[in-house]
T-cell receptor, first 112, second 112 residues
Framework: NAGVTQTPKFQVLKTGQSMTLQCAQD?????MYWYRQDPGMGLRLIYY???????DKGEVPNGYNVSRLNKREFSLRLESAAPSQTSVYFC???????????FGAGTRLSVL | KQEVTQIPAALSVPEGENLVLNCSFT??????LQWFRQDPGKGLTSLLL?????REQTSGRLNASLDKSSGRSTLYIAASQPGDSATYLC???????????FGTGTRLTIIP
């Protein structure tokens, strides 16, 4: 019953460092998503992938890149971290467009 | 641009009471509306999904209604329990896209 697995759970970075957040799902879902959650802002979509080999920008894509490595895995990369990227990041997946989205437990990222 | 509002931001009620959480959205051209629950420090768990053609959905003590024309949804929780304490979020998907737009949530506390 793993569902959506995110690694790491916590990370502290210095400004300018890079890192990759990993996400994997075992439900054979086509669609995968990356969100960030900030106090008072709700969840905002960063990028999504409707199927293996495709990615599209969401509401707040600047400063991020993504890779849909295969059907199971969707990674989010911060090339040069900034304090404004301090947030909680959630990965989600769904069978297809408009379906129920299943979320991972989140990655809590602090950029100093 | 779709905007989703949830009022109040926080709500406390005694155990055993029935309660209603509100969600409003500005663009009625939605594909579906989803209600989620988020426990502190955790990811989101899907509670109910209502298709745009439906008026309501039920799951156990939860009942969600949708009035697309007025841009409103309600989540009714019957016979509340301390375990219902969490933040409840609603989100809508617009027609023809993958993107969930979230409200900022209502933090519910059930007082034993």
């Amino acid at each position: 019953n793993a569902g959506v697995t995110q690694t790491p759970k916590f990370q502290v970075l210095k400004t300018g460092q890079s890192m990759t957040l990993q996400c994997a799902q075992d439900m054979n879902h086509n669609s995968m998503y990356w969100y960030r959650q900030d106090p008072g802002m709700g969840l905002r979509l960063i990028y999504y992938s409707a199927s293996e080999g495709t990615t599209d920008k969401g509401e707040v894509p600047n400063g991020y890149n993504v890779s849909r490595l295969n059907k199971r895995e969707f990674s989010l990369r911060l090339e040069s971290a900034a304090p404004s990227q301090t947030s909680v990041y959630f990965c989600a997946s769904s069978a297809g467009a408009g379906g129920i989205q299943y979320f991972g437990a989140g990655t809590r990222l602090s950029v100093l | 641009k779709q905007e989703v509002t949830q009022i109040p931001a926080a709500l406390s009620v005694p155990e055993g009471e029935n309660l209603v959480l509100n969600c409003s959205f500005t663009d009625s051209a939605i594909y579906n509306l989803q209600w989620f629950r988020q426990d502190p420090g955790k990811g989101l768990t899907s509670l109910l999904l209502i298709q745009s053609s439906q008026r309501e959905q039920t799951s156990g003590r939860l009942n969600a209604s949708l009035d697309k024309s007025s841009g409103r949804s309600t989540l009714y929780i019957a016979a509340s329990q301390p375990g219902d304490s969490a933040t409840y979020l609603c989100a809508v998907i617009g027609i023809g896209n993958e993107k969930l737009t979230f409200g900022t949530g209502t933090r519910l506390t059930i007082i034993p």
